[in-house]
């Protein structure tokens, strides 16, 4: 079955630590709730620092990266839906990449 990565961009910001803990409760929930399409449960990422030809770049961006899970779905309309369904978009947004096995 096709892999998908759920990358999760962008930092939420809550008003409370309330509230953001309410939140983490209900994503754990969505979480747990996939099951067996569940390959990679998350990965989260911190601040990036950027290395490209310019040298070296520690900026910070709204649109960070922060996490990864790993998904599997028939196609990516299934994995469209079952990022729908993620808490986390309420608060931010979700790219949802096809993932393919490298060949040599």
Known sequence: MPQ???IYVGEPQFSSPEEGQA???EYMAWLNGLGDAIVNRGIPMGPPTRVDADGVSSEERADRLTGL??????????AIEIAKRCPYVD???LDVVQIFEMTL
């Open 91 to 93: 608060v931010a947004a």
């Open 23 to 25: 939140h983490f409760q």
């Open 4 to 6: 998908f990565g759920l």
């Open 69 to 78: 899970t790993i998904v599997e779905a028939a196609d990516m309309d299934a």
